[in-house]
């Protein structure tokens, strides 16, 4: 994207490696879940906005030499994939690295983030939008791009491969790059998680049904990001505490002490909505993802978050946003090991697409994105995206900078961007 | 079968003690022809009366002025003596380049980046992973930051950064570890060969040490491997002429101006092999740096083939078809280094090795040319005259050769073993790492000989001879081994598989 004075706006790119600054060792190797192979098509792509004061005086060579301590404790991100002789992906720990992109912007932050306001596909300059493959042999699987503007302020794009962990998880890898940078030391790595739900399964009848939640595609081989029918594009609005509770009340009612969270209203809302701008039969499933606390272990990468499937048998067009919400609340069918069971049947060799099969929300408020500090400062802002959704759309709610503002950010094809941007501008009053 | 490996066995075993029993006699051959004179010179003192004895003094008819000529002519004789015999060179301290381990190198990575930058030769990217898969390198070698970058950006600003970095932390340490002041220096060498800016790299250290004005400073450029030995053999023959005088030699090599972009099989080993590494050291010939002098210097024995063209041209830096610099290494480059080798050695043996050993080749020499028998020359044993080896740690191959010619055992090669391993090859500055991990394992005893061998373009075979000052206690509390001396030796697999 080239702005009026031709100059590009972001320029003097330049790629190096960083790994762990210790020798890993010969043959060491790490097994994803049954669970990680199911969502090796879904990426990450987040970035972290910092102001100048929290990166005054910070070069990049400030920025890199920390990162190599900080990934002795995360040395299989530095790996890279290869195939068992049954085919089943596994990461060779080679100590390879992550690939670290520099770059420059023309713009000031303020600005920069004022440009992103009209048109949000510019933040993809920020991060790369690599993918695993074509040669798995050497895909790296995180990529880390800082990129520094006019002001001094400074932004960090994380590209995060989805079979590494999920948003969670991507968070406290991030964060803990912020306290090896401020000097404190990291607890040993501790053995990666295998998922608890993977051990309890047991060889189940080779006709059991699929999981509602993902959806087959595929084969993709070795090239690990499946076609769409239409482009998707992302957009994103912020929420204030305010905008928040209007809404909040608007749809639940009066504030009583049953009250329905936030995200199940805002899922509602949005299910109609969708279901009345798209051409075709209304969705009558939508994926909620959301965190497991009891999954996740602290400084330990893995794929924990809750998926399940909500069904509705009534129209959506027609239902009452509270009715809905409390459907989402209260009718969602764990569908973890579903998953586990059809990944592990195939031996770990299907390729599924979670995000995107059906209309799928994923709740991030309890993520700690804002806990990646510089110089003890969080940052302005923090924006995640998904990359290899499905046609039917995502949408994430994000923890807003502020204490009680949110972010929501969807992911939907091109063609049903500018209808619901309208029906959304009705709905939450926003200018 | 018992009985035919018992007589085989004790044959050998007699041969030992024939050879044991044979050096005895020849390296103390004056002692034992000594015994006999002075037990007969005794025999006759005792059978003369001290009557006798006055007699025979009167007889020589001594006076005054004979016995103040004589006097002064001794007096005369050993102060010549004293006077020209050279000055002794210690080697007071010495210090090497850790690099950070932001720095390092996994193979992986190179081969990612191989594939990266070169994916339009796939060949060559493959012809390189063979050569790492049986370099005999670690994972933890070293390259600048600048070769970091995909594409590589091999600019000046980079490499004079890459010299800073090397160069200053050689120094620094050489520094702290002497607690020689900057202002005390009186010579100052930089070798570096294939970064030669101006103002040179020895401007740059006395600029940035702000050394004395009236220093004597040199910088040798474009003298290959072995340009290490060559300053130490300046610094000597310097340290002659200036006395109470001391000199700083910083051996190093600059990876960053000369990364090979192109594709010919002939100029990517250096690519694979060489790795960052730089050391300082401080000669003196000062009487007061006797005790605490780590080496004295005994030998230095330079042998340049260059007469000869294909010893030459067997290491050329030229520009490809393509127009990329790089070094290029002629096939028959473990011929030529043989053939030097035997050189130095030829020169060197008579130097260091005990009697008996030259006896011995002298035999083996007379009787290859008076009767014309076609025996192998005898290389004589070397692990006579030498405690420790220190081999340029070039290439596996070098290694591999000299082990063989030398018939060293695993031991002895270890040092430079280890040093390919864990430093990768550095270039001049090699020989100090090498040096630094017997050290650190606490081989390094007084009276130790040390032999130091290095090979470089042009083709030069230099070798240094120096003998342990003082023993060295380990553990050793810093040095490029310090954090990782625990893990050696490390068993290196001919082919590490990625």
């Given at each position: ?14 790629l ?5 600054g ?7 190797v ?22 100048s ?7 990049t060579?400030?920025?890199?030499e ?9 040395y299989?991100t ?8 049954s085919g ?22 303020d ?8 048109d ?18 050497f ?5 880390l ?9 400074m ?18 890898f ?23 739900i ?24 070795d ?34 002490t049953?009250?329905?969270?936030f995200f199940?209203c ?8 969708v ?6 039969p ?10 497991d ?15 399940s ?7 959506i067009m ?6 809905l919400a ?11 090991s579903?998953i ?14 979670v ?8 709740d991030?408020?309890e993520a700690?994105f ?62 | ?17 024939v ?43 001594f006076?005054?002025v004979h016995?103040?000529c004589s ?11 004293f006077?020209?015999?050279p000055?002794t060179?210690?080697l ?5 380049f850790?690099?950070?381990?932001s ?6 990575m ?17 012809f390189?992973?063979?050569i790492l ?23 000046m600003?980079?490499a004079?950064e ?22 005390d ?7 570096c ?21 009236n ?20 610094a000597?023959?310097?340290l002659q ?6 000199a ?5 090599e600059?990876?960053?101006p ?17 790795r960052?590494?730089?050391?300082a ?14 080496f ?8 340049h083939?260059?007469?000869?063209d ?9 520009e490809?078809?393509e ?13 030529i ?21 030259q006896l011995l ?10 009767f ?16 420790h080896f ?12 000299l ?6 055992s ?9 040093t ?32 130091q061998?290095?090979f ?8 240094a ?5 003082r ?12 954090d ?15």
């Amino acid at each position: 994207m080239v702005s009026s004075d031709e100059q590009p706006l972001v320029h003097d790119i330049r790629l190096s490696t960083v790994g762990p600054g210790r020798v890993t060792g010969q043959d060491v190797v790490h097994e994803p879940t049954n669970m990680d192979q199911a969502m090796k098509l879904h990426y990450l792509r987040g970035v972290y906005y910092f102001k100048s004061q929290a990166v005054q005086g910070l070069t990049t060579p400030n920025i890199k030499e920390p990162i190599f301590t900080w990934l002795n404790n995360f040395y299989h991100t530095c790996g890279r994939f290869r195939r068992a002789e049954s085919g089943r992906p596994y990461i060779k720990c080679n100590d390879c690295g992550v690939r670290f992109i520099e770059a420059q912007c023309v713009k000031t932050l303020d600005e920069w983030l004022e440009l992103e306001k009209d048109d949000g596909s510019l933040r993809r300059m920020l991060v790369s939008n690599q993918v695993v493959g074509p040669e798995l042999f050497f895909s790296p699987l995180v990529l880390l791009q800082i990129t520094w503007f006019k002001c001094g302020g400074m932004s960090m794009g994380l590209s995060w491969a989805h079979v590494l962990g999920d948003a969670f998880s991507a968070a406290d890898f991030m964060n803990s790059l912020g306290q090896v940078m401020a000097g404190l030391k990291l607890a040993q790595p501790l053995k990666l998680a295998q998922s608890h739900i993977s051990a309890k399964i047991s060889p189940s009848p080779p006709k059991s049904k699929d999981p509602l939640s993902v959806k087959r595609v595929g084969p993709v081989g070795d090239h690990w990001i499946a076609a769409n029918n239409s482009k998707m594009k992302a957009f994103s609005f912020n929420l204030t505490s305010t905008q928040i509770s209007h809404f909040h009340t608007k749809v639940c009612g009066q504030i009583g002490t049953n009250q329905i969270p936030f995200f199940e209203c805002l899922c509602a809302v949005i299910w109609k909505v969708v279901a009345k701008i798209r051409d075709g039969p209304e969705p009558k499933m939508v994926t909620i993802t959301k965190n497991d606390p009891h999954g996740r272990k602290n400084g330990v990468l893995s794929n924990g978050q809750l998926i399940s499937i909500v069904k509705a048998d009534f129209s959506i067009m027609e239902a009452n946003p509270k009715e809905l919400a409390e459907l989402v609340l209260n009718q969602a069918m764990d569908e973890r090991s579903t998953i586990v069971e059809a990944m592990e049947r195939d031996q770990g060799l299907s390729d599924f697409i979670v995000y995107g099969a059906n209309l799928t929300f994923v709740d991030l408020e309890e993520a700690d994105f804002y806990g990646l500090k510089l110089k003890a400062q969080k940052p302005a802002y923090v924006g995640y995206t998904i990359d290899g959704v499905g046609d039917n759309g995502v949408v994430l709610l994000l923890p807003g900078p502020n204490n009680g503002g949110k972010v929501v950010t969807l992911i939907m094809p091109e063609d049903q961007v500018l209808k619901l941007k309208f029906e959304l501008k009705k709905e939450f009053s926003i200018a | 079968m018992p009985t035919p490996t018992v007589p085989e066995f004790s044959k050998s075993v007699k041969l030992k003690y024939v050879k044991l029993g044979y050096q005895y006699l020849v390296n103390h051959i004056l002692t034992f022809l000594l015994i006999p004179v002075m037990l007969s010179v005794a025999l006759q003192l005792v059978h003369t009366s001290p009557d006798d004895l006055l007699a025979l003094w009167n007889s020589l008819h001594f006076n005054l002025v004979h016995v103040a000529c004589s006097l002064f002519l001794i007096v005369y004789i050993a102060t010549f003596y004293f006077l020209s015999r050279p000055r002794t060179i210690y080697l007071v301290d010495y210090a090497c380049f850790k690099p950070p381990c932001s720095l390092r190198v996994p193979f992986a990575m190179c081969l990612e980046h191989a594939r990266i930058i070169l994916s339009s030769q796939p060949k060559s990217v493959q012809f390189q992973l063979r050569i790492l898969e049986r370099s005999g390198l670690g994972e933890e070698t070293a390259l600048p930051p600048a070769i970091h970058y995909l594409p590589p950006e091999p600019n000046m600003a980079a490499a004079r950064e890459e010299a800073e970095m090397v160069i200053f932390s050689a120094m620094d340490s050489l520094l702290k570890k002497t607690g020689l002041k900057p202002k005390d220096i009186d010579i100052l060498i930089v070798n570096c060969s294939l970064f030669s800016p101006t103002p040179s790299l020895s401007a740059m250290v006395v600029n940035k040490y702000k050394l004395r004005s009236n220093i004597k400073s040199f910088n040798l450029a474009g003298m290959g491997c072995s340009a290490g030995l060559i300053s130490i053999d300046l610094a000597r023959d310097l340290l002659q002429v200036h006395p109470n005088s001391n000199a700083v030699i910083v051996s190093t090599e600059i990876i960053t101006p000369n990364c090979y972009m192109g594709n010919q099989r002939s100029m990517l080993l250096p690519n694979c092999l060489f790795r960052m590494g730089g050391a300082a050291i401080l000669l003196s010939n000062r009487w007061s740096d006797k005790r605490r002098a780590k080496f004295r210097l005994v030998h230095v024995v330079r042998t340049h083939k260059g007469a000869e063209d294909k010893a030459y041209k067997c290491v050329q830096q030229e520009e490809d078809p393509e127009g990329h610099v790089g070094i290029s290494l002629s096939i028959n480059l473990m011929a030529i280094a043989a053939e030097a080798l035997k050189s130095n050695i030829t020169t060197i043996g008579p130097l260091v090795l005990p009697a008996s050993e030259q006896l011995l080749f002298l035999f083996a020499l007379l009787r290859r040319k008076i009767f014309k028998k076609k025996t192998k020359a005898y290389v004589p044993d070397f692990k006579q005259a030498f405690e420790h080896f220190c081999i340029h740690a070039g290439g596996r191959a070098v290694i591999d050769e000299l082990q063989k010619n030398l018939q060293l055992s695993a031991e002895h090669v270890e040092a430079s073993r280890m040093t390919l391993h864990r430093f990768g090859n550095t270039s001049s500055s090699s020989l100090w790492y090498e040096m630094s991990y017997i050290e650190a394992k606490g081989r390094m005893k007084r009276g130790d000989r040390i032999w130091q061998i290095a090979f470089g373009s042009g083709f030069k075979c230099n070798s240094a001879v120096w003998k342990c000052n003082r023993t060295i206690k380990a553990p050793i509390d810093d040095g490029p081994w310090v954090d990782c001396i625990d893990r050696y030796p490390v068993y290196i697999p001919d082919v590490v598989k990625l």
